[in-house]
C-alpha cells in the first residue's frame, strides 16, 4: 500500500468513526473534531513532511525516515555554478505544524584544484528553506490536502 493510500485509509476510518458517533446521537461525537495534521501514518506532520518532500525535489534524495521525520539529500551540483554542491538535511520535530518543528542543515562544498573542500554556508540560505518549507505546508493545509 503506497503512502496516498495509507492516508486515505486513516482518513477514512477517522470519518467512519466520527460519522458512526453520530448516528447513534451520541453527542460527544458531534463534538469531536480529528485535527487534519493528525491524520497520518507517520511519525511527523504530514504537511511538513510533503512540503519537505516536495520542496527539495530539485535534489537527489539519499535518505527519507517518515517515522523519524528525517530527509537526507545526496550532494546537488547546481547546473549554474558546477564549482559549488550542496548538501541538505531537514528534520521534522513535532506533529503539528508549527515554525519550530523544523530544522534545516546545510552544507556546502566548493571546488578547488580537483577536490571539494568545505565552505561556510550562508545562514540566510538555511532560513530561506526552512520559510519555503513552511509556506508550502501551510498552503498544502489550506488547500485540503490529504496525502
Known sequence: MNFK???GLVAACSLIIVSGGCAHH???????????????????????WRATLDTLS??????????????????????????????????????ELRADALRVAASRQVAQ??????????????QKLE??????ARDLRRSGFTG
Open 5 to 7: 493510500q495509507r492516508i
Open 26 to 48: 451520541n453527542k460527544a461525537a458531534h463534538t469531536m473534531q480529528i485535527a487534519p495534521a493528525r491524520l497520518t501514518t507517520i511519525g511527523v506532520n504530514a504537511y511538513l
Open 58 to 95: 530539485f535534489a537527489p534524495l539519499a535518505q527519507t525516515d517518515s517515522n523519524g521525520g528525517v530527509v537526507v539529500t545526496d550532494w546537488y551540483l547546481n547546473p549554474h555554478n558546477p564549482a559549488e554542491r550542496m548538501k541538505l538535511t531537514v528534520t521534522i520535530l513535532d506533529q
Open 113 to 126: 584544484n580537483g577536490q571539494w573542500v568545505d565552505a561556510p554556508v550562508e545562514a540566510a540560505t538555511v
Open 131 to 136: 520559510d519555503i518549507i513552511l509556506t508550502r
